[in-house]
Antibody, heavy 117, light 111 residues
């Protein structure tokens, strides 16, 4: 069965960095585009970033452009999100999701990122 | 900045029918926005329900249906069950450098 498992969430100070990972199984990872979506505490979903099945192109929300970098390793069936210059407003649960037909069909359970001094 | 608007909250009786809508600040929502819908229960990850306006995933209950209605994307629940109480989000595709925007969500109460 399709599985996506995020990891790497942690408590980090403002200005710090963090790298999230999303390990996938149950499908041919290299065939699918992937996305990161986040949810601030008590708030709605926010689309963050997309990466094509081959690694290019990539797209970012304005809120993270220039600070976050999405990448993938098709040999390891894994998706990544490098987050730099973190701010308090980056606090939330980060989900990876598999893209299908201009949407996301399978989601991971999320990993919590807390940015606080 | 593009804004996608949903009803903040709706209430429906068990067994009833309710329609949630999803509007775009850019104008009428068409099939070209590939509207999709997600359900999220407290403490859980979102679950996909509908994609490309009206297509259901293999796990989507038959009582859920998607459509376009009056220039908006719509999600209709017919024969609502208590377990349908949840937050519902729509997602629209705009293309360009920031291709996707989520709606703010609708909290559905079954009472």
């Amino acid at each position: 069965q399709v599985q996506l498992v995020e990891s790497g969430g942690d408590l980090v100070k403002p200005g710090g960095s963090l790298r999230l990972s999303c390990a996938t199984s149950g499908f041919t990872f290299s065939d699918y585009h992937m996305s990161w979506i986040r949810q601030a505490p008590g708030k709605g979903l926010e689309w963050l970033s997309y990466i094509n099945s081959g690694g290019n192109p990539t797209y970012y929300a304005d809120s993270v452009k220039g600070r976050f970098t999405i990448s993938r390793d098709n040999a390891k069936n894994s998706l990544y999100l490098q987050m730099n210059s973190l701010r308090a407003e980056d606090t939330g649960v980060y989900y990876c999701a598999r893209d299908r037909s201009w949407s996301d069909d399978y989601w991971g359970q999320g990993t919590l990122v807390t940015v606080s001094s | 900045q593009t804004v996608v608007t949903q009803e903040p909250s709706l209430t429906v009786s068990p067994g009833g029918t309710v329609t949630l809508t999803c509007a775009s600040s850019t104008g009428a929502v068409t099939s070209g926005y590939y509207p999709s819908w997600f359900q999220q229960k407290p403490g859980q990850a979102p679950r996909a329900l509908i994609y490309t306006t009206s297509n259901k995933h293999s796990w989507t209950p038959a009582r859920f249906s998607g459509s376009l209605l009056g220039g908006k994307a719509a999600l209709t629940l017919s024969g609502v069950q208590p377990e349908d109480e949840a937050e519902y989000y729509c997602l629209l595709f705009y293309g360009g450098p920031q291709p996707w925007v989520f709606g703010g969500g609708t909290k559905l109460t079954v009472l």
